[in-house]
């Protein structure tokens, strides 16, 4: 190779501006996948738009600490109306730990494609996949909420 008028041996331009396309085109390329993957969660939030109704609850005790808000709201707005929330993936609840006033609506979210079974101290709630159901604080008491039988979160409901 010859030396150009610049000192520098001819191809080493050419090499730069092969590898300035590459990483141009692993970047878009991430940048689409990325649009794609929220494309499809998006996708499955608005397929379940009316969630709260299959919530089905149970009890069994007499004392109920909670009651359950039916609403015809999609996952969307749902979010956005409601601040209390656990988001349950894999029956792990986050955040580990709530605290709220007695009153307050606490919405349990099921971020899995299939159904689970939620106990909240002596209420059952059979959730279906990719839904939610509301509750309403009616006592002051510390809950723990288990998703299928394991997967606690804790709810503690104040004055």
Not at 8 to 15: D, F, V
Not at 98 to 115: E, F, P, Q, Y
Request: charged share 20%; glycine share 8%.
């Amino acid at each position: 190779m010859t030396d150009d008028p610049t000192g520098k041996p001819k191809g080493m331009n050419t090499g730069y501006i092969i590898a300035g396309v590459l990483v141009l085109a692993l970047i878009v390329w991430g940048i689409y996948a990325r649009n794609q993957k929220n494309k499809t969660a998006d996708d499955n939030q608005s397929t379940n738009q009316e969630q709260s109704s299959n919530a089905s609850p149970t009890s069994t005790e007499e004392s109920v600490d909670f009651d359950l808000v039916k609403v015809d709201l999609s996952y969307e707005k749902a979010i956005k109306a409601y601040p209390y929330r656990f988001q349950f993936s894999k029956c792990s609840g986050t955040p580990g730990t709530l605290t709220v006033k007695k009153g307050s609506i606490v919405m349990l979210d099921n971020r899995d494609a299939v159904a689970h079974t939620f106990k909240a101290n002596n209420q059952t709630f059979k959730i279906a996949g990719y839904g939610y159901a509301l509750l309403k604080t009616s006592a002051i008491t510390n809950a723990n909420i288990t998703c299928d039988g394991g997967g606690a979160a804790s709810l503690n409901v104040q004055k």
